[in-house]
């Protein structure tokens, strides 16, 4: 083993490198060559490999997430022989002409290119079918075999599953031209089994399960990669963390693969070859995504209730204690961190307040000293309210207040006022104006040309 760096160095190497691994031991690939052959796998190993050898048409293969079934399935292609040629379909939501169309692709008889832009790229269900069984023929005086393994075909629509059965149905002289392994999770077994479906049902000859592996097998799982991978040497799994690792995992290989390779990695940060159940439990933490012992937040401490029994003290004395003691808990408990953190929405927050830590100094908080002046003058405003209600209650309740007697309200006029346009003086009227005003001063003259004969 090369020594451990510092988890800081830039050049620090992986843990292939550190335990001496010439690759991956346990990736989340499908390579036949770290495929382990447990009692299910077995089973459904030579299940498979036996209908293919027999040119048997349509045979499944179901299994939980998880189980191997693609790798299971590349180890059984691989065991018929070099002369095999071989299709593998990943994506279940494609029509009845693109699944031909891969086929014939992967069996090399044309190129992407071709499917694209060629005559194939055009071509319908009809001329893609002459153009398959022709090359299907073909091999039969090799004594080749074609096989097509169908990825996710619980999710097939209904007419591809059809052609499915008409393609499992082409044959030469008594024998089979093309194998299907339908390769899917356990709601396939009910979904062929409909009304609709009952001639696929008909056709398929083997059907192979997959389960966890045992608890007694999980060691021999991890042995076996290990090897593959050269490394069986340089690691030891204890015996309580591989039990550790089958309880965690409940036996599904690709949940083994994913916190052995964590497990490795927090070995190698520890620098030991010993695998102990510590380095399992901080593994399946890192792999689950809960939140390191270093990085937790502190809760604050919880303030026990008041006894049940206990009175409560209503002095004024017992008050002003009370709040300066609530007023002194707040300065300790409540701090404004200046740190600027991300809320649950994921936008910055500046201004989170944070119980039971200590944040830093800032010139802006206030003191001890000012809450305790604050709660006083609250205090004495509140005793002096008190004290002043107390004092007119009392007067209030032994004198009695005679108030002076205000003199009636005079009677409003309610007499129409004239109208805007008064009546104009007469003849008459202007005349005896005039002599009182000659009459009253003796020197003046009246106006010549005015009305009433002036």
């Known amino acids: 083993m090369q020594p451990p760096l510092t988890p800081a160095a830039p050049d620090e190497p992986l843990y292939e490198a550190f335990y001496g ?21 077995r089973r459904a190993y030579e299940e498979l490999l036996t209908g293919l050898r027999r040119r048997e048409g349509v045979m499944l293969l179901t299994g939980d997430t998880g189980m191997g079934k693609t790798t299971l399935c590349r180890a059984v292609i691989e065991a018929v022989g070099p002369r095999t040629f071989s299709a593998l379909i990943l994506n279940p939501y494609m029509s009845d002409a693109e699944v031909l169309r891969v086929i014939l692709r992967d069996f090399g008889l044309v190129t992407r290119d071709e499917i694209r832009k060629g005559a194939f790229a055009k071509a319908d269900v009809p001329q893609l079918l002459d153009t398959l069984e022709g090359f299907l023929r073909s091999l039969v005086a090799l ?7 169908i990825d996710e075909a619980q999710s097939l629509s209904t007419r591809v599953l059809d052609q499915i059965r008409v393609l499992g149905g082409y044959e030469h002289e008594g ?17 062929i089994r409909t009304d609709a479906m009952r001639a696929l049902d008909a056709r398929v000859t083997r059907r192979a399960v997959l389960g966890p592996l045992p608890p007694s097998d999980v060691d021999a799982y991890i042995q ?12 030891d799994f204890t015996a309580d963390s591989v039990n550790l690792i089958a309880e965690l995992t409940h036996g599904v290989p690709r949940r083994i693969n994913l916190l052995c390779d964590r497990t490795l990695e927090v070995g190698r940060v520890e620098g030991t070859n010993t695998i102990t159940t510590s380095i399992v439990q901080r593994a399946h933490k890192a792999a689950s995504g809960h939140p390191s012992p270093a990085t937790a937040l502190q809760r604050a401490p919880v303030v026990p209730p008041l006894a049940a029994t206990a009175a409560p003290d209503t002095t004024p004395a017992s008050r002003a204690a009370a709040f300066d003691d609530m007023a002194l808990e707040l300065d300790e408990g409540l701090s404004l ?45 509140s005793i002096g309210t008190s004290a002043a209600y107390l004092s007119w209650a009392y007067i209030d309740s032994r004198t009695a207040i005679v108030m002076p007697m205000l003199p009636p309200t005079p009677p409003r006029d309610t007499t129409p006022p004239l109208g805007p346009f008064p009546i104009p003086p007469n003849d008459a009227d202007e005349r005896f104006l005039m002599n009182e005003l000659q009459r009253l001063n003796p020197g003046w003259t009246p106006p010549r040309g005015g009305g009433g004969g002036y």
């Open 21 to 41: 691994l010439r690759e991956q031991p346990f990736a989340l690939t499908t390579d036949p060559r770290f495929l382990f052959m447990g009692d299910a796998h």
């Open 143 to 149: 004594n080749s075999y074609a096989v097509v393994i």
């Open 175 to 191: 024998q089979r031209l093309l194998q299907i392994i339908l390769v899917g999770h356990p709601e396939l077994l009910t979904t």
């Open 224 to 235: 076996h990669r290990l090897t593959v991978a050269g490394g069986k040497d340089t690691l």
């Open 337 to 381: 961190n200046d740190t600027p953190h991300d809320d649950e929405h994921g936008q910055p927050n500046d201004t989170r307040l944070m119980f039971g830590q200590t944040a830093p100094e800032a010139p802006t908080r206030p003191s001890s000293g000012l809450w305790l002046m604050l709660a006083w003058v609250v205090l004495a405003a």
